[in-house]
């Protein structure tokens, strides 16, 4: 069945960078996007971006345009979501989640997540 | 940004009740290909969201008949017509038709 494994939680510090992987199985990997979300405590979802596992093009909010950058390896079935200049804001629960649909070029939604990855801000 | 907002924020429920969860959108949905794209996702207690309901209305695989999806112009209902103990967690909507997706600030469902 699809499964997704994320890595484990981080610690950094404000300042400092985090990679996130998401390890994909069950499935044909370039065949989807992937797209990545976040939960900081108490708040509402929030919405990263999604990455074209295929070709690798990439969409990002406004809001993090230039600190977040998704990549992949389709070798692995791996796709990573890497934040830098990291504030305690930045500390949430990071998701990647596959949409429902191949092909499906960002829009659609996601009907497969990964278990999270606490990344904590903290001097 | 398309803005959504959900209500109730917290939702108890008797097993057995029925249970109604609204969301707005501070525009239309509907896209060019007919579609509506807003979706209704759970996040049980200690879990990743799951997908509900996609496109306004469909049920996404697996997911139990007691659960509906409707729409009125920019108004969204998610309903349970028959809440069981284990659809306690935090329901959320999300627009899909514009980026940034937005989600609603989610409704916590409870059992009394």
């Known amino acids: 069945q699809v499964q997704f494994v994320q890595s484990g939680a981080e610690v950094k510090k404000p300042g400092a960078s985090v990679k996130v992987s998401c390890k994909a199985s069950?499935?044909?990997?370039?065949?989807?996007?992937m797209q990545w979300v976040r939960q900081a405590p108490g708040q509402r979802l929030e919405w990263l971006g999604w990455?074209?596992?295929?070709?690798?093009?990439?969409k990002y909010s406004q809001k993090f345009q230039g600190r977040v950058t998704f990549s992949r390896d389709t070798s692995a079935n791996t796709a990573y979501m890497e934040v830098s200049s990291l504030t305690y804001e930045d500390t949430a629960v990071y998701y990647c989640?596959?949409?429902?649909?191949?092909?499906?070029?960002?829009?659609?939604?996601?009907?497969?997540w990964g278990q999270g990855t606490l990344v904590t801000v903290s001097s | 940004d398309i803005a959504v907002t959900q209500s109730p924020l917290s939702l108890p429920v008797t097993p057995g009740e029925p249970a109604s969860i609204s969301c707005r959108s501070t525009q239309s949905l509907l896209h060019s290909n007919g579609y509506t794209y807003l979706d209704w996702y759970v996040q049980k207690p200690g879990q990743s969201p799951q997908l509900l309901i996609y496109?306004?209305?469909y049920r996404a695989s697996g997911v139990p008949d007691r659960f509906s999806g409707s729409e009125s112009g920019t108004d969204f209902t998610l309903k349970i017509s028959l809440v069981e103990a284990d659809d306690v967690g935090v329901y959320y909507c999300?627009?899909?038709?514009?980026?940034?997706?937005?989600f609603g600030q989610g409704t916590r469902l409870e059992i009394k």
């Open positions: 989640a596959r949409e429902n649909f191949p092909q499906c070029g960002g829009d659609c939604p996601l009907d497969c």
């Open positions: 999300m627009q899909t038709l514009q980026t940034p997706r937005t």
């Open positions: 069950g499935y044909t990997f370039t065949s989807y996007t």
């Open positions: 990455i074209n596992a295929d070709n690798g093009n990439t």
């Open positions: 496109w306004g209305s």
